[in-house]
């Protein structure tokens, strides 16, 4: 799957207290081309030549208060926020997703599911968007089947911020007709940021790169991270 | 100064806990038209200036307390309701 002929992109992964789908993002990267360090928290700055940033999935800080919510103020995000500011990409995973709206990146927010139950299943995912550095690999309209697991990943926002998301193109990723594991508005599984450069979404990727796991569909979005962080990576240098 | 930040989810959004505990209270024979679950916070503030504490605790709501997409807030100060 590697082309070793290829430049190896840097693609950190952030690693808050309470992360666990870490070492599962990084083993995907690396499996796709990257050079994936693990990234402390405490850390203020970014390794050298990083060309995107990973937020994992898992429950940083506890999930008090809010998901997310704690997380937003750890050392490393005041970096991370810069970055994604000066253009960098920034992919969040599940957790990672809810850092990013509570750190302003994304719009909306995320809350318990509908069922309050915890949801751990594949599902199937509507492509809506394959013109984004996180869905150039995908085809429109194609379906992903992905794994979900999370208690709290019921996308939330009113009525006119949908209204201009839509009209945005911002909603990249949905969950199929009848497929939603947790009543998000719009069955919206993934919103990418308004200057597409940050991306967020409930799913697994990062568990969906092996067909020996089920599916191989999740080395579509981490893979088209990498293609673009390696010409992103290329036009810094 | 003893405040307590009162946070509640806004009206309209679902609140599938308030759900849970409504459908509860009327399996137990409560007559209930709606419940909604929020959150409390205690906060003990090192200063006696009521202007001081109540700009304080409403930069700690719009930071850190609430997110204001989705919940909104009321304020007591030593036990007494903070009005606008």
Known sequence: ?237 | MKATVLVRPKPGILDPQGQAVESSLRHLGFSVDEARVGRLVDVDLPTDDRADAIAQLKRMCEQLLTNPLIESYELELDGAPVTA
């Open chain 1, 1 to 237: 799957m590697t082309d070793s002929a290829l430049p190896r992109p840097v693609i950190p992964v952030v690693v808050f207290p309470g992360s666990n789908d870490d070492r599962d993002a990084q083993l995907a990267l690396a499996g796709l081309g990257a050079v994936a360090p693990r990234v402390w928290h405490t850390e203020e700055v970014l390794p050298r030549g990083t060309s995107a940033v990973v937020l994992p999935g898992g429950f940083s800080y506890g999930d008090y208060l809010r998901c997310g919510a704690i997380a937003r103020f750890s050392p490393v995000m005041r970096a991370v926020i810069a970055f994604a500011e000066s253009g960098g990409l920034v992919l969040g995973i599940c957790n990672g997703f809810q850092i990013l709206t509570e750190a302003r990146l994304l719009p909306g927010a995320l809350r318990p599911n509908a069922s309050l139950s915890f949801v751990c299943r594949d599902v199937a995912l509507s492509v809506e968007r394959t013109d984004t550095p996180f869905t150039s690999r995908c085809t429109e309209g194609e379906t992903l089947t992905i794994p979900v697991k999370h208690g709290d990943g019921c996308w939330f926002a009113d009525d006119e911020l949908v209204a201009h998301l839509e009209a945005n193109g911002q909603i990249a990723l949905r969950y199929a007709a009848g497929e939603s594991p947790n009543g998000a508005v719009g069955d919206v599984a993934g919103v990418i940021g308004e200057h597409g450069n940050v991306f967020g979404l409930m799913p697994h990727p990062e568990h969906a790169v092996d067909a020996l796991l089920g599916s191989t569909d999740g080395g579509l979005i981490l893979g088209s991270l990498v293609d673009a962080a390696r010409s992103s990576a290329a036009a810094v240098v």
